[in-house]
């Protein structure tokens, strides 16, 4: 080979070498998914974020961690299932055995913060979009109320929280202060209320998105707990007032398929009757679904004697609450679970449980799929006449009080005027603790019991000798898990160290 | 420093100019006859020698008739003469197949053992096809110091995983496998009798030439090829058929023990515990023998002319597992040629394909029959499935468990080389990997009881392809002048990886019935549809290559190696990376001075450093991205709304994670190489790890979320050695064969910083990496005794959920109370020493080798039995359990979850084994029988694989390797087999 003949080889080769060094080959953004950085920057992005935020609201993990916790620490159920289904990780919640390290409790809080950061997407992204402004400003709305809702959920169970309120939040946060966290609800809600539509003001097939009626329920809520009754009373009045609402006839319809998104809804989340949350499916329904024959789920939060036996004589809404075997419910007959014992009595022999099921997350059918669509009732009518009845009665409204009381009583006794007679009482204190008796009855297995319990100052009296310690209880432990990941820089709650 | 010691040997350079005169000569091969060039020669007792041309020719000088020359190359027995009178000496060289060996396969070239300045060894392809397997690894356990191979389960068609020099990255810590030139990350798909070699390249020096893509070790897979000269075809024909059995069962509690504890747990639950059935559900779901048998057959032709040569490689592999409806089947097909196609230029090919099917290799019926109750029949009496509380029934899972992966898997490249001057050659080679599978499972409608029923029928589709071409540019310089020889690389190397997956789900399908198992617009479920790229599998390189192998004399040896590296994976800033090694090596052997210690043969230090990167990332994780399908459900018609949102946060400051590694080491042997010893010493560091740090709850990205982040650092340091012996007494020839590490492993950082907070626990919290101790060590409480009453209850600091019978935990901040701070390091899973002996012996045509293997120090934990939310069956030990006052100190009383089953030391058991790996029997032919059979060889064997496995650890399998920070914890998965196999291989 000439000398010529081998440069020219040789230059080639070096050529190849050098070859395709372009930029650009290693360039590989995300395929198939936007990048934060430009999302959400569209009106039909704006729309995508804020319908997402209510996707938070199916998350198994958002009803209390999974299994309905605050119920079974109320005197109005048990853990449910079979004895041994759970009894090492649901049951401590029954006797106040719980610990920090339990998956619900972690659960429940990173839930509640997803929600919180995707209500963040939309309030700190949105304002900038150009689009139709009111249409903007009620994206902002739902989002703000849906953080209020999120937050109060945690302020209540854990009190001092990290506040969040953009979607880089620092790395050395700090658990904020209980009435820093009020003060932020309240803010939220504020915008919400001024910038929400009333439930009839949205097309029907929005229905399940956030109202003015809700957020003002809501707020009617947060002061409740604050001890704030003339602001609750407030509150809840507006929502009476705004003629949006009604109690349904039947009862059962408040929480019943039928009764979904109707008269008496004032905030619930939508689910379809199918497993698995990308299918629509919220498994609220499922967890406490009746186990066994037919099998519509596991069979959680079990209706306690308790609630039963406090029911007034021949009060239609105990049979509206508990599913009891051998009950036939939309043509199905309960059979029940051959692993669970119909009646448990403890060693002097004593009945303390039988097998029954919470029937306010019913939907009829004898298979697993539908127990998935049961729409959880967030916020109803009832609950905010209970809640004008008893912020009025501490304000010294007793007529508007007892009004207000027996309009949820005259429902409550479906046309039969023999039963649940109209209130009388006028003495503030009798009458309290009878508003608090009627909630617990119209309200029951919908998980307000506990934090009612605890709001009036009657969780150590009627859950101590169930376990509950006082300074203790009212609150649940901070996530292990979080103390650990936060460099156990927080504190954790009163006698959970 | 190295100039220095270049100045001085020639300083040293002998005047030795006596009675000279002299000799010449040419050497041949004994076997073909060719001239062999490049043979060492050496004038014994002197440091003077020479090395034979190109036409095999030499001549040297010698001062007297007494004088020795040793003839030495690569391949062939050494050969001494005494000079003589002679001037002319002709020599013919014998093959020596055990030499051979000693030529090593470096990252883009080869190297004779003696020039290696890195640390490589090299285990030879008859190894890997001892043990039935569809993986070759599988045949590397316990043949290479420093490496860690565990069985990734008994499965059918399972692989094997694979750690070299420990653990050094919270990430993807498997090492990358160069196949004919191709960079994989796996070669399970590669028949083990196409391989002729593998080479597992260790320390920096060795693995710096393949920059990003070395830092957990390098394996190069020669396939087999026909040798120069070769011009008879051979053919090659092998098969053999194994059974097997379950190796180990796991002891748990009888019909008659389970009730008395349900009993103790709820009174009254089994009113005559002689009377309840005694179910074991590890005979009803395990089969064995005849019925699990394994196949394995392959045939193959090689041969050569002048012009080109081929390989032809056709094999069938086929595991039926111990569990029923689980099995695997394979087709290889392997072609390896190349053409010369003028005496500069040579052209070549190297194809495999691999169709394979696999049927329920996942199954989870283990983990379910390990739990299922006994006091339970498997059937009612009309013959229909029976209620499992609980775990559900295991044979009806079985039964409903329809679930296949079926593709091809596929390799190929072609290349040329070009000669462009004396000693300069270019290559270029283009490599592709093709996999390209799909999987369907199916499940009917069923129903055995209310939580073990399917309401609707399910099939799954799932559809995946990848492709990733490789495209490499060398161009290499060899010179030898007078005592230096250079060897001299430079490259450049552009690799891209694309990939798509689909998955279609459907319900409600018309039909059970396979024909039927296809997804049309009536059963089609569109919310479950998934497509995008593979994550891991998406990605795009550039690099550049350079290194410098320079030896003088035979004595000094120097490597220099750089790599720049650049990866898609990184944000533009940080995408570039250098990665640069220095290795250094003595042969102290062909010193002058060693001439008088004629027992030593070989003796060779040798020392390198570098540092190699790792970017085992998904390709994503600089952005952070907006989910997809985040659905709400509004309306009175519960319709689904399309929603997005952020899903997972990026770190767009990413940036190379690097392993530094320094490695020492000595290669010794005596007497004729009867015994050869060689030792190493390593110690690796990798920093700015590549890690997804769990965030709090409070960034809102949801439970077990994470970020990458560049913040651990890890060390691994420890000791190999590898010790061989081999001799012959008249027609025995034995070897013995000592081998394994030492292994420290300890993390320096995992947040950045180093303080008691530094650490990263896993998602079940039962190991915590912190610093100072091994990456993902268990972390839970300490277990110092059961409470045996009340008084001692309160005599100890207690969790308010202590009972006497329950276990006691030893509050080690001794605060006087038991609390979530008294958890503590309770065990290891990475063993501090791994080793293996090897035996073999033959005689006349009689051969048995003998391996054992096994491993030190490391934990197991035993999380399968602390998963209690429900009552389940317990290991056999729940029989001896506390059931009143100092019935026990070590069993606590029999409870169904909660506190006895949170993290401890409880469930914490040795994982070291020892373990007899393999033993073959074999008997080849005499010559005369083959020849009348037209054969070369003929071989019979039987072996036995996993014969026994010695270990406290009381699951299957001792050997559970997950990523570093899962790893060591037992789940319960397919269990292991002890195989006895027989088979013929036939030479012609």
């Known amino acids: ?205 929005d229905l399940g998105r956030a109202t003015k009626g809700a957020a003002k329920a809501l707020r009617a809520r947060v002061y409740l707990f604050q001890g704030n009754f003339p602001e609750a009373a407030r509150w809840a009045q507006e929502v009476i007032n705004s003629g949006q609402y009604d109690l349904f006839e039947n009862f059962a319809d408040a929480n019943s398929e039928a009764g979904e998104h109707g008269i008496e809804s004032v905030f619930e989340v939508g689910a379809f009757g199918q497993e698995g949350l990308e299918n629509g499916g919220n498994q609220y329904g499922n967890v406490q679904g009746v186990r066994g024959t037919p099998n519509r789920g596991w069979g959680f939060n079990r209706p306690s004697l308790d609630l039963m036996n406090s029911f007034e004589t021949d009060d239609p809404r105990m049979e509206a609450t508990v599913i009891f075997l051998g009950e036939e419910l939309d043509g199905i007959l309960i059979a029940g679970d051959s692993q669970t014992p119909d009646e448990t009595t403890d060693e002097d022999g004593n009945l303390v449980e039988i097998e029954c099921y919470n029937q306010k997350v019913w939907t009829p059918g004898s298979t697993v799929p539908p127990s998935f669509g049961h729409n959880r009732r967030f916020i109803r009518y009832a609950d905010v006449l209970l809640m004008a009845a008893e912020s009025l009665n501490e304000t010294g409204n007793v007529p508007l009080a007892l009004d207000y009381l027996n309009e949820v009583r005259e429902r409550a006794r479906g046309g039969n005027n023999a039963l649940l007679p109209d209130i009388t009482e006028t003495d503030q204190a009798l009458l309290r603790d009878i508003i608090f008796e009627e909630r617990r009855h119209e309200l029951a297995m919908e998980g307000h019991r506990f934090w009612d319990l605890v709001r009036t100052n009657r969780a150590n009296s009627i859950l101590g000798p169930l376990g509950f310690v006082s300074g203790k209880h009212e609150l649940l432990p901070i996530p292990q898990i979080e103390l650990d990941l936060t460099g156990n820089r927080w504190p954790q709650n009163p006698q959970w160290e | 420093m190295r100039h220095l010691l270049v100045i001085g040997i020639f300083s040293l350079l002998p005047f030795s100019l006596l009675a000279q005169r002299n000799v010449k000569g040419t050497v041949t091969s004994a076997t073909s006859g060719e001239t062999l060039p490049g043979v060492n020669i050496r004038l014994l007792g002197t440091d003077q020698g020479t090395v034979t041309d190109i036409n095999g020719s030499f001549s040297l000088v010698v001062e007297r008739d007494s004088a020795q020359l040793q003839f030495s190359f690569l391949g062939f027995k050494t050969f001494t003469t005494l000079v003589g009178s002679r001037s002319v000496i002709d020599v013919q060289l014998e093959d020596d197949t055990q030499q051979l060996d000693e030529i090593v396969v470096v990252g883009y070239g080869t190297q004779k053992k003696s020039d290696l300045t890195g640390s490589v060894a090299r285990v030879k392809g008859s190894e890997l096809t001892k043990i039935p397997s569809s993986s070759p690894l599988q045949g590397l356990q316990g043949k290479v110091a420093g490496v860690q191979i565990s069985n990734a389960g008994g499965a059918p068609g399972a692989g094997a995983v694979i750690r070299v020099r420990g653990v050094g990255t919270f990430n993807n810590s498997n090492p990358i496998f160069v196949v004919d030139g191709v960079i994989l990350d796996n070669i399970d798909f590669l028949n083990a009798a196409d391989i002729e070699a593998m080479d597992v390249l260790k320390d920096a020096s060795a693995t710096a030439i393949y920059g990003s ?92 002319s002048d012009k080109g040569q081929y390989y032809l490689g056709a094999g069938y592999f086929k595991h039926e597992g111990i569990i029923p409806k689980s099995q695997f089947e394979r087709l290889t097909v392997k072609f390896n040629n190349s053409y010369q196609l003028s005496s500069r230029l040579q052209l070549g090919t190297n194809i495999t394909l691999t169709p394979f099917k696999a049927q329920n290799t996942n199954n989870n019926v283990v983990f379910i029959a390990y739990r299922a109750w006994p006091v339970l029949e498997p059937y009612n009496a009309d013959g229909s499935f029976a209620e499992i509380p609980g775990t559900g029934n295991p044979l009806a899972d079985i039964e409903y468990t329809n679930s296949f992966n079926q593709g091809l898997r596929s390799i190929g490249n072609t290349y040329f080389t070009l000669d462009l001057i004396e000693g300069l050659q270019f290559k270029s080679s283009y490599g592709i990997e093709v996999d390209y599978s799909s999987s369907e499972s199916f499940t009917p409608e069923f129903f055995v009881s209310p939580q073990q029923q399917n309401p609707l029928s399910r099939l799954n589709k799932g559809f995946y392809n990848r492709l990733s071409w490789l495209w490499e540019n060398t161009l290499s310089y060899q010179k030898e002048i007078g005592l230096h020889r250079l060897d001299a690389l430079a490259g450049f190397t552009a690799q891209k990886s694309t990939s798509e997956f689909v998955n279609l789900p459907a319900l409600s399908l018309v039909r059970d019935t396979p024909d039927f198992w296809y997804i049309n617009p009536n059963n089609i479920n569109p919310n479950e549809v998934g497509n995008g790229v593979d994550g891991s599998n998406y990605f ?122 320094f490695n020492a080491g000595v290669e010794m042997a005596f007497w004729e190489n009867t015994l050869s010893a060689e030792l190493e010493f390593f ?202 006052e100092n019935t026990s100190n070590t069993e606590p009383r029999a409870s169904q979850g909660g506190y006895n089953y949170l993290p401890s030391s409880f469930f914490v058991q040795s994982g070291s084994f020892f373990r007899l790996r393999n033993i073959t029997l074999g008997y080849s032919l005499p010559e005369g029988m083959t020849n009348r059979l037209k054969a070369q060889q003929v071989r019979f064997f039987v072996s036995g694989t996993n014969v026994f496995t010695l270990s406290p650890f009381t699951g299957y399998n001792p050997e559970i390797l997950g990523d570093p920070i899962n790893s060591g914890i037992d789940l319960g998965g397919y269990p292991f087999s002890a195989m006895y196999s027989t088979g013929i291989r036939v030479t012609f």
């Open chain 2, 213 to 304: 893509r070395g830092a957990n070790g390098v394996i190069i897979v020669t396939t087999k090829r026909a040798k120069k000269g070769q011009v008879a075809p051979t053919i090659n024909f092998s098969a053999d058929y194994s059974i097997q059995k379950l190796q180990k069962r796991i002891a748990l509690l009888d019909g008659r023990e389970f009730a008395t504890v349900a009993n103790e747990l709820r009174p009254g639950s089994y009113n005559n515990i002689d009377l309840v059935p005694n179910t074991d559900w590890q005979d009803l779901i395990f089969k064995d023998g005849l019925e699990a048998p394994i196949l394995n057959a392959q045939l193959s032709a090689t041969g050569a």
């Open chain 2, 683 to 884: 110690r690796k560091i990798t920093y700015d790890i590549l890690i997804n740090l769990p965030i709090p709850g409070y960034y809102g990205n949801g439970s077990g979320a994470s970020i990458t982040t560049n913040s651990a650092e890890v060390l691994n340091q420890g000791l190999e050695f590898n010790l061989g012996y081999r001799n012959s007494i008249g027609d025995l020839n034995y070897s013995v064969g000592v081998l394994g590490n030492t292994l420290h492993n300890e993390v320096l950082k995992v947040r950045g910083t180093n303080g008691d907070d530094d650490f990263l626990t896993n998602g079940a919290g039962t190991t915590r990496s912190s610093v100072g101790l091994p990456i993902g060590a268990f972390y839970g409480y300490e277990v110092d005794g059961v409470f045996q009453n009340q008084s001692d209850l309160d005599a100890y600091p207690h969790r308010s959920d202590a009972f006497p019978g329950d276990l006691r935990f030893v509050d080690t901040n001794e605060d006087g109370q038991i609390t979530d701070a008294d958890r503590t390091y309770i065990g290891s899973p990475i063993p501090s020493l791994l080793y293996a002996f090897n035996l073999g012996a033959e005689y006349k045509g009689w051969d048995v080798a003998i391996d054992f293997q096994g491993q030190r120090g490391n934990d197991i934990y035993n999380i399968k039995e602390t998963i209690r939310p429900d009552l389940y069956n317990y290991e056999q030990h729940v029989a001896n359990r506390w059931t009143g």
């Open chain 1, 1 to 205: 080979m000439k000398t010529s003949n081998i440069r020219k080889k040789l230059t080639l080769s070096l050529a190849i070498l050098g070859l395709v060094s372009c930029k650009d080959f290693l360039e590989l953004p995300p395929q198939g998914q936007i990048t934060q950085s430009n999302f959400p920057t569209s009106a039909e992005d704006a729309l995508l974020a804020t319908n997402a935020i209510y996707n938070t609201l199916r998350f198994n993990e958002f009803h209390f961690g999974l299994f309905p916790i605050m119920d079974i620490m109320s005197d109005d159920a048990h853990k449910g299932s079979n004895p041994s289904d759970g009894a090492a990780t649901v049951g401590p919640y029954d006797t106040f055995t719980h610990i920090s390290t339990e998956g619900n409790i972690s659960r429940w809080w990173n839930a509640l913060y997803q929600g919180v950061q995707r209500a963040n997407v939309v309030i700190e992204n949105v304002p900038d979009i150009t689009m139709d402004e009111d249409l903007r400003d009620r994206y902002v709305a739902e989002a703000k109320f849906l953080r209020a809702f999120f937050y109060f959920d945690l302020v209540r169970a854990w009190g001092d929280v990290p506040i969040i309120t953009t979607t880089l939040p620092v790395t050395d946060a700090e658990r904020s202060s209980k009435a820093l966290v009020y003060e932020l609800i309240h803010e939220d809600l504020e915008e919400a209320i001024a910038n929400l539509p009333e439930k009839s003001e949205y097309p029907i097939a």
């Open chain 2, 540 to 661: 795009s390189m550039l690099s550049q290559l350079f290194r410098v192998n320079y030896s003088f004399n035979n004595r000094y040896l120097l490597t220099a190696t750089l790599r720049r590296d650049g990866s898609s994976k990184f944000p533009t800033t940080n995408r570039f990376a250098l990665f640069p090694a220095v290795a250094v090596g003595w042969n102290i052997i062909n010193e002058a001075f060693m001439s008088p210690y004629e027992a030593i043969t070989n003796l060779k230090l040798k020392a390198s450093w570098g540092v190699i990167g790792n970017d085992k990332i998904p390709y994503d994780r600089q952005y952070s991205l907006v989910g997809n399908g985040i659905n709400a459900v509004f309306g009175p018609e519960d319709a689904i709304i399309p929603g997005q949102t952020y899903s997972s946060a990026g770190n767009p400051d990413l940036r190379w994670e690097s392993t530094e590694q």
